[in-house]
């Protein structure tokens, strides 16, 4: 069975060292393969009201799991510290998630703390927000008053049954659906909605998906299961390639290939022949993006990642709490990122993957997907 937490202070996440000179930021950051500083994921709780089989599966993350406390979380104060000096650095994306993003109490608050950030050329950096959508219905008014540009719904089903199946909490669909709806009439749109594919799971479900989105507000984006975390117990075998996804949708509904929006955008878009509608695929396991990966990852506790796949991370935290400046804690985020070389998605081979028994990499909802 996979382990049950994540080794925290163990050595695997030390503090970054603080250059000898320290540096101004200057609003642009390569990292060593030359892919610059430009989105931050920020994971707010690593709690979930859900127990998604391919992230929180239920023997793992039962009533004994070790959450974290919350002295160990970041306070807003130093999340929006740490955002600060990642946007002088040049990130204009801030996406919160988890865990499930909605259970952080007076989430608005950080929201809005976040919403007061510009960035070097004096704009609002694009601050979004990945939810399972339960309490979405409930919170997307004034999640938006409080300066929230956009969500991305996670939905991997709309039949009852397999999304409960999924969700393993007998979570129902329309509650999802109404908060898609309630997200939209807020004005937190274009709405994505996330639909992760895990063969002989829901993958029946892929047609009726695209039939229910096609001409909605809503982009239905399909993504292949990866191998993320040590405890899905993932297997190649139940991953379907985003070639697959396009080729059941497009033998149905016509689908025509369309180019990036821009560099480093995740998601391989197609539109319906007939023009009403487009889907994206997050192709990570049959088609890595690592060339064009621009984020950072900031968990719950305030460790940096570089990558999704990190075993490792630095912790930030650490300089926060023992009084660094913010030109000691930027300089060290600098440090960082040049050095940054990860690409776990182009070099993943059997060898290295979730399959491997002894593989530790950090859990998903952790780290925030
Ligand atoms: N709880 C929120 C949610 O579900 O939207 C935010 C956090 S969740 C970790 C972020 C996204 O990661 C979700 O869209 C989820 O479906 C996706 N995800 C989690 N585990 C995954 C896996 N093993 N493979 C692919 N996507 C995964
Ligand atoms: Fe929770 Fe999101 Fe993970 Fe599902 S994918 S268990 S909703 S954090
Ligand atoms: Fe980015 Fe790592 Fe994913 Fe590659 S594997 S796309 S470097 S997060």
Known sequence: MAEKTIMLGDGRSPPPPIPSVLEQPTGVLGDALGRPLHDLRISVTDRCNFRCVYCMPKEVFDKDYAYLPHSSLLSFEEITRVARLFVAHGVEKIRLTGGEPLLRKHLESL?????????????????TLTTNGSLLARKARSLRDAGLDRVTVSLDALDDATFKR????????????????????AGLG?????????????????????????????????????????SNGWNLDEVIPSSEVVRRIGAEMPLVALPANYSGETAARWRYADGVGEIGLISSVTQAFCQDCSRARLSTEGKLFTCLFATGGHDLRALLREGRTDAEVSSAIAQLWRVRADRYSETRTINTSGLQRGARKVEMSYIGG
């Open 190 to 230: 274009p709405i994505k909605v996330n639909m992760v594919v895990k063969g002989g799971m829901n993958d029946q479900e892929i047609l009726p998906m695209a039939r229910h989105f096609k001409g909605s507000p809503a982009i239905l984006r399909f993504i292949e299961y990866m191998d993320v975390g040590a």
């Open 166 to 185: 999924m969700n393993d909490v007998d979570f129902a669909v329309a509650d999802v659906l109404a908060g898609i709806e309630a997200a939209h009439a």
């Open 111 to 127: 929201v809005e703390m976040l919403a007061g950030l510009r960035t070097p050329a004096g704009r609002k950096p694009d601050l």
